[in-house]
Structure formats: structure tokens, C-alpha cells
């Protein structure tokens, strides 16, 4: 009886197994979310909000692309989701004024709601920093208080940034 009861079970297991396995062959795409890869212009930008459209802190690490509006295909792309440089890392200079080499980033901010910068595009985040007695603002952000004396000036690191060609894959 016992033996009867094993074999049923293992066939409605292997039963299981089977069905299971058929249906995922017919979504391939399940495993792939959020893969592509993407030539575009880079920008830079500091200051402004403290706060992303993606709703979280913006620190060093982070990008800008457009709104959804723009229909652009990176618009699309789920807040959080790490891209990385594949020509060459960018350089960021944190607080201390140490400069660094970065080639992850990640999506978690908004930018360029006219859509002039070109499909792809992003928008890197230099930080909030600026030396003791320098206004808080910066051309081409919205003026905040998001920002934080420091042995360096984010909005000047932006700017000479400038516009650079990146490509960029993900995850």
C-alpha cells in the first residue's frame, strides 16, 4: 500500500514539475526585467532638491533621465535600477574634496522635462556640496536648500562635466 501511495506521489510531483516548467518557457522574459543597453548624452547637475522624483535622498551615485512624458525608452525603466558606464568611468568629487572614479549609477531622479537632451539621456548627480561662503545655486536647477558647505563645489563639478557621449548597459 505504501508503495502505491510513493508512486503516486512522485508522478503528481513530477506532474507538477512539468506543467510548471511548460509555463515558464512561454514568458523567457521573466528573468531578463530591466536588461538593455543605451548610447546617449550625459549631463551633469547639482544642487536643486534634495529629495529625487523617485522619492528618495539624491546622493553621489545617482542619475536623472526623462519623465515618461518624453517617451523616451529609459523613461520606463524602474526606479532604483543600476545602470553601468561602459566607455569610462565619470569622476565625482565627494564632500572632502577626494576625487573618485564611479562606472555604477543608479536611477532615481528626473530631468529635462522639455525632452531637448536626446533619447537616452542622463543626468548625473555631482551632490549638494559647496564651499563655505558660495551661494546656493546652480544654473539649470531649481534653487533648494539641498545644499552643504564642503571642500568642494558640486555645481562647478557639474559644469566642467559638460556633455559627454556614454554607453551604458544594465543590470
Same mark, same amino acid.
Given at each position: ?5 510513493? $508512486? $503516486?506521489? $512522485?508522478?503528481? $510531483? =513530477? ?6 516548467? @511548460? ?9 531578463? @526585467? ?11 547637475? %547639482? ?12 546622493? =553621489?551615485?545617482?542619475? @536623472?533621465?526623462? !519623465?515618461? %512624458? ?7 525603466? %524602474? ?9 569610462? !568611468?565619470?569622476? =565625482? ?15 532615481? /531622479?528626473?530631468? /529635462?522635462? %522639455? ?18 561662503? /558660495? ?7 531649481? /534653487? ?5 558647505? @564642503? ?19 544594465? !543590470?
Amino acid at each position: 500500500m505504501g508503495s502505491i501511495l510513493m $508512486r $503516486r506521489l $512522485r508522478k503528481s $510531483r =513530477l506532474m507538477t514539475f512539468l506543467v510548471v516548467g @511548460a509555463w515558464l518557457s512561454l514568458f523567457p522574459f521573466l528573468g531578463a @526585467a530591466n536588461v538593455f543597453a543605451y548610447d546617449g548624452n550625459s549631463t551633469g547637475y %547639482a544642487f536643486g532638491n534634495a529629495t529625487g522624483a523617485s522619492g528618495g535622498t539624491l546622493t =553621489l551615485g545617482y542619475v @536623472a533621465n526623462h !519623465p515618461p %512624458a518624453c517617451g523616451d525608452p529609459l523613461s520606463n525603466v %524602474a526606479w532604483g535600477t543600476q545602470i553601468t558606464i561602459q566607455n569610462g !568611468p565619470i569622476q =565625482l568629487i565627494s564632500s572632502s574634496g577626494t576625487a573618485y572614479s564611479q562606472y555604477q549609477f543608479y536611477i532615481e /531622479d528626473n530631468g /529635462d522635462p %522639455a525632452c531637448a537632451e536626446g533619447t537616452n539621456w542622463i543626468d548625473v548627480y555631482f551632490g549638494q556640496y559647496l564651499f563655505p561662503g /558660495d551661494v546656493c545655486h546652480c544654473p539649470g536647477s531649481p /534653487d533648494g536648500n539641498a545644499c552643504e558647505q @564642503a571642500s568642494t563645489n558640486s555645481c562647478t563639478n557639474a559644469a566642467n562635466y559638460g556633455n559627454h557621449f556614454v554607453s551604458y548597459t544594465s !543590470p
